[in-house]
């Protein structure tokens, strides 16, 4: 059997994908994150005071409300807004807004703390505390449009901090604008250089600019500070892939599988990789690990894999694993499912030359069930054509020729099986069909091969 290597051209794309799933599963969290950081939210309950070289005046008065609200902020919060909504005026200094706008946002009102921050930058244009939290606000409501103009404008104002950079970088990364976000993003590690979430926000940037060199070096860092984490593992091998380095991206998912925490997804991606560069005992042992792991799986996955192995000439390993799946699977196997086995193990018998009466037994019972069965009936043609009886082999091939999805393919065979027996000018006709129903460089030069000793023999 020809190695076919359609599957594993794919492997760059696929890895792509796999790597995009993993920055979008991350994005959200990372603002999660932020929240529960101690030092952030310190940050956010200090911003209740006052900076007077930067900020708007208060009046006496207000100082007083402040002063009385401020022992709630910590304890009361809905009393804490109750007290200075009363106190406050339409002519109020922005400090009372922010205040408010502030209460609101622990409280999960986003909406509302919106309204006083926009209210305090209003009265006060260079106030940069309340740009800094309407531009949170803004992250809270997924409005990222008017979260980088807050954050830039805060930073324009001159009170940028690691925490701005971050949050401007995932915002810029939530519209897909990624050079931006990677800049900011570069600028927040920086400043708090033991911040994971902004190292794997500008590790999300660079993969969709497929800088994968840069992706690799970053995520060393992850799994070097965080070893058993899975997650940067899989991104890593994904990262590993689409750079086409295969085998490290293999030695990742064995790293993933000794922390106990594969998945049979990852096992059969292990599986595919070493069959990608042919080391097909590795393989078949990664395929039989996947199955190992989860019995139940839909069976597809695995007898692909045992396809693949076929597919690259590993003929004994994809028979061991073909047996695998029968030890494993074989007593709750369905009818459907029960005859692709049976048609793989007689692809495989009949892959090395071989195929045996029970084999087309075998064969026949399938086609019994399903008349439309393409494959068996190609497989039964194959095995009459090496049992050198060629009328049964061009009788299954015919029926074979008689189901679209396989004509092509089916009157090749008959036109080969012709061949041999001399009759030449019978072939060139079929052949002539199956270039019209799928054209193949390979078939056109047969064509012309037989045409000329059909020729020859007139």
Known sequence: MKPNSSSFSRVRPLALALVLLSVRAHAQDAI????????????????YGI????????????IKVLEAVRPLMGTDLPRAESQLRAAMKPDCSAILDFNLGGLLLQQGKTDEALVSYQAAVAKFPSFRRAWRYLGLAEIQKQDFEQAIH?????????????????????????????????????????????NTE???????????????????????????????KSDFWVLQANTFQAMKRPLEAAQCY??????????????????????SENLMDLAERAYARALDLDPSQPLARPMRAAEVLASR???????????????????????GDRRKLLKLE??????????????????????????????????????YSRQEEPDRALLYYE????????????????????????????????LRRAQEVKGREDVARYLEQVERLSKARR
């Open 32 to 47: 999660e994150a932020l929240w529960k950081d101690p030092a952030f939210q310190k940050q956010f309950v200090a911003g």
């Open 51 to 62: 900076n007077a070289e930067v900020e708007p005046r208060v009046t006496p008065e207000e």
């Open 198 to 228: 902004w190292r794997l926000g500008l590790t999300r940037c660079v993969l969709r600019q497929q800088k994968y060199e840069d992706a690799a070096t970053l995520l060393d860092a992850l799994i070097k500070r965080y070893p058993d």
């Open 399 to 430: 029926r074979a020729a008689s189901i679209d999805a396989f004509e092509a393919e089916a009157k090749v065979r008959q036109a080969q099986v012709l061949v041999g027996m001399g009759r030449y000018g019978d072939a060139v006709p079929l």
């Open 346 to 383: 007689a692809r495989l018998s009949m892959a090395d030359g071989g195929g045996t009466a029970e084999t087309a037994a075998v064969l026949e019972e399938i086609v019994a069930l399903d008349p439309l069965d393409g494959d068996a009936l190609l497989l039964l043609g194959q095995h």
């Open 254 to 275: 064995e790293v993933i599988d000794r922390l106990g925490k594969a998945t049979a997804d990852n096992l059969h991606t292990l599986g595919d990789l070493y069959a």
């Open 313 to 335: 000439s590993a003929v004994p390993q994809a028979r061991t694993l073909t047996a695998h799946i029968k030890e494993v699977r074989g007593k709750d196997l369905e009818e």
């Open 150 to 194: 807050a954050f830039t404008r805060m930073i324009e104002l001159g009170g940028a901090d690691g925490y701005a950079y971050g949050l401007l970088g995932h915002a810029h990364a939530q519209r897909e604008d990624f050079q931006p976000a990677e800049a900011a993003y570069r600028t927040a590690l920086l400043l708090q250089p033991e």
